[in-house]
C-alpha cells in the first residue's frame, strides 16, 4: 500500500519559516520524481517545485529564492524548506511522487499552511 504522509503544516507569521516534510511507503523512493503542490482556497493545484531522482530541482517563479526542496533517500522522505513566507503563501500543501518510468502517482492528502499576522 502507497502511502504519502506530510508533515509541518502550521500557522504562521509573514517573514516566518516552517519546514514540510512527506515520508513515503510502498513506492521505490529512489527512482520517483517527487514534488510539492499547493492549492489555495478557490483557486487550482499549481506545482511549487519538484525534485527528480538525479537530484534536478524546479520551482514555480513566485517561491524561487525563497523555498528549498530536498530529499533523504535513506529516509523515503522529501522535504520542502519555506523561509520568507508570504500571506499568498497559504495553502494546503500536497506531496507527489511520480515514477521515472512508468509515470505510475501518487499524492498525500495534504497539510494546511497559513500565513498570517
Known amino acids: 500500500q502507497v502511502q504519502l504522509v506530510e508533515s509541518g503544516g502550521d500557522l504562521v507569521q509573514p517573514g516566518g519559516s516552517l519546514r514540510l516534510s512527506c515520508a513515503a511507503s510502498g513506492i521505490m523512493f529512489r527512482v520517483n520524481t517527487m514534488g510539492w503542490y499547493r492549492q489555495a482556497p478557490g483557486k487550482g493545484r499549481e506545482l511549487v517545485a519538484s525534485i527528480t531522482s538525479g537530484g534536478t530541482t524546479n520551482y514555480e517563479a513566485s517561491v524561487k529564492g525563497r523555498f528549498t526542496i530536498s530529499r533523504a533517500n535513506a529516509k523515503n522522505t522529501v522535504y520542502l524548506q519555506m523561509n520568507s513566507l508570504k500571506p499568498e503563501d497559504t495553502a494546503v500543501y500536497y506531496c507527489?511522487?511520480?515514477?521515472?518510468?512508468?509515470?505510475?502517482?501518487?499524492w498525500g492528502q495534504g497539510t494546511q499552511v497559513t500565513v498570517s499576522s
Open positions: 507527489n511522487a511520480r515514477h521515472d518510468i512508468f509515470a505510475s502517482e501518487y
